[in-house]
């Protein structure tokens, strides 16, 4: 069964629409590794060799950090977005993924925070996983040519609970304070009394979501402006 979300990038405005024929497509996912790679540089050299073989862009995630499938969809739209208007951060698309997951300038710091780990040679078992193209049928090699290679397999992805300790750990590692949570919890149309904690899941997602967004527009609009800077 193909679990892969595959969804068309959207542009971002109609002077964008017009100058390119398309943004292409994204599939996101979660794979589970079915056996451990030792070696990092091994690994990820054999993911710059399938995006050639494939013209597609790979990366993968952490999945810790990730709130849900739509968190990694507007990094990718924001990316898209920069490389089009020449106002990315980093020379490869692969990269810009990470910073504007992240929202971070520094490619360390996103790296990071929502790069795979390899640690000691070991890694973990599951990842998120982005694979992108100029059409639908170069994203559904996907499952095809690209798992068998890197020796994985897709899984059902399953948003993991905003519990407490989980919303303090993404506040922490995001730097996420209590007034941004607030003021999207008054976006959403809630009261100023209204707390995270106490929201169904669903609105709690929605609520952290709505604040990554943010944090990506203002990175991309900072970017945009310094790289375009007004006389």
Same mark, same amino acid.
């Given at each position: 069964?193909?679990?892969l979300?595959i969804?068309?990038?959207?542009p971002?405005?109609s ?7 398309s943004?292409g497509?994204?599939?996101i ?5 079915l056996?451990?790679?030792?070696? @990092?540089?091994?690994f990820?050299d054999?993911?710059?060799k ?8 790979i990366?993968i995630f952490?999945?810790e #950090?990730?709130?849900s #499938?739509q968190?990694?969809y ?17 020379n ?5 993924y990470?910073?504007?997951?992240s929202?971070q @300038? ?5 790296? *990071?925070?929502?790069g &795979?780990p390899? *640690?000691d040679?070991i890694h973990p ?9 100029d ?5 559904s090699? &996907?499952?095809t040519?690209?798992?068998p ?5 897709i ?5 993991p ?12 590692l995001?730097q996420?304070h209590? &007034?941004?949570?607030?003021?999207a919890l ?14 169904k899941? *669903?609105v709690k ?7 990554i967004i943010?944090?990506m527009?203002?990175l &991309? ?6 790289l375009? #800077?007004?006389e």
């Amino acid at each position: 069964m193909d679990m892969l979300l595959i969804k068309k990038i959207a542009p971002l405005s109609s002077y964008q629409l017009m100058k390119f024929d398309s943004f292409g497509y994204v599939g996101i996912g979660k794979i589970q590794f079915l056996s451990q790679w030792k070696n @990092r540089k091994a690994f990820f050299d054999i993911l710059n060799k399938l995006q050639d073989s494939t013209s597609t862009t790979i990366q993968i995630f952490n999945p810790e #950090p990730i709130i849900s #499938p739509q968190h990694l969809y507007f990094a990718i739209y924001f990316t898209e977005q920069a490389f089009a208007l020449s106002s990315n951060i980093s020379n490869t698309k692969s990269v810009e993924y990470l910073i504007y997951t992240s929202f971070q @300038r520094q490619i360390k710091n996103a790296i *990071e925070k929502v790069g &795979f780990p390899f *640690e000691d040679g070991i890694h973990p078992e599951y990842a998120n996983i982005i694979i992108t193209g100029d059409s639908k049928e170069k994203v559904s090699q &996907f499952s095809t040519v690209v798992l068998p290679t890197i020796k994985a397999r897709i899984v059902e992805y399953v948003t993991p609970n905003l519990t407490n300790s989980r919303i303090q750990y993404l506040q922490s590692l995001f730097q996420i304070h209590d &007034f941004e949570i607030k003021n999207a919890l008054l976006c959403l149309g809630y009261s100023s009394e209204d707390k995270i904690t106490d929201q169904k899941e *669903e609105v709690k997602i929605r609520t952290i979501l709505h604040v990554i967004i943010e944090k990506m527009t203002l990175l &991309f609009m900072e970017n945009f402006k310094h790289l375009n #800077p007004v006389e």
